[in-house]
């Protein structure tokens, strides 16, 4: 039985640190029954770790991959409605990388999975970090940034590094069809393995449990998507974390 534990990564030193900044990162990890085939990163912006993220989170571990989610809320108070993204989010992610290279995880046996803005960030980390594989659901900014020093995802995608995986909703009004369509188009001229999936609907999210439709129709199209997802998440970690 695949085990989770709290842990703390250590934030690399910055030049400038302020005196009273956070030297360390709190974790949330799950580790595999037997040796570690490789390391996953979970990148959420849930300021609670749901059952379904920690479901997800235990279903990797019990492929083989060490699975790690750095509370990225963690520098800001328990009220704050601020989102995470930019230096803050990136210091985060290169310590919980860090804290996977110390437990004998490879530099390219690294993947990263990011959900909304953090899908956006997971897209961007593929673009300028040392990992094996990458995973976006329902990243935004795909025509106009997210922040001002994130770069529009059209704008970023040649410049992936590693091979990346977009889950898409076609519902959902922050990621509207059509710029996923352009996201597509750019991914596309990247000089690495890349791919598209665009659902109906938006019940295609791994971190979330299933919605019943509030007409009462059938949910099963609900779960097929929802599993598919998950199965395609899985496989492209397989394919390309080796």
């Given at each position: 039985?695949?085990g989770i534990f ?203 449990p299933p919605t ?31």
């Amino acid at each position: 039985m695949a085990g989770i534990f709290a842990d703390s990564a250590v934030l690399r030193a910055v030049l400038e640190r302020p005196d009273d900044a956070p030297e360390h990162v709190p974790l949330t990890a799950v580790e595999p029954d037997g040796p570690a085939r490789g390391g996953i990163v979970v990148l959420h912006e849930s300021r609670q770790f749901t059952e379904t993220l920690l479901d997800l989170m235990r279903l990797l571990a019990g492929e083989g991959w060490l699975t790690v989610a750095p509370h990225l809320f963690h520098r800001q108070s328990a009220h704050s409605a601020a989102e995470v993204f930019g230096d803050s989010l990136f210091a985060d992610f290169d310590a919980t990388f860090d804290w996977l290279v110390a437990r004998g995880v490879y530099a390219d046996c690294v993947g990263v999975l990011g959900f909304d803005d953090a899908g956006t960030a997971a897209l961007l980390v593929a673009t300028n970090r040392p990992i094996g594989a990458a995973v976006s659901v329902s990243a935004r900014g795909i025509l106009e940034p997210l922040d001002p020093e994130a770069p529009a995802l059209v704008d970023a995608a040649a410049s992936l590094q590693a091979p990346w995986l977009g889950l898409y909703g076609d519902d959902d009004p922050c990621t509207p069809p059509d710029q996923v369509e352009r996201l597509r188009e750019a991914v596309a001229r990247a000089p690495v393995a890349t791919h598209v999936v665009s659902y109906r609907g938006l019940e295609h999210r791994a971190d979330e449990p299933p919605t019943l439709p509030a007409d009462g129709d059938d949910a099963d199209p609900t779960t097929q998507a929802i599993m598919d997802a998950t199965r395609r998440i899985f496989d492209w970690f397989d394919s390309n974390l080796r």
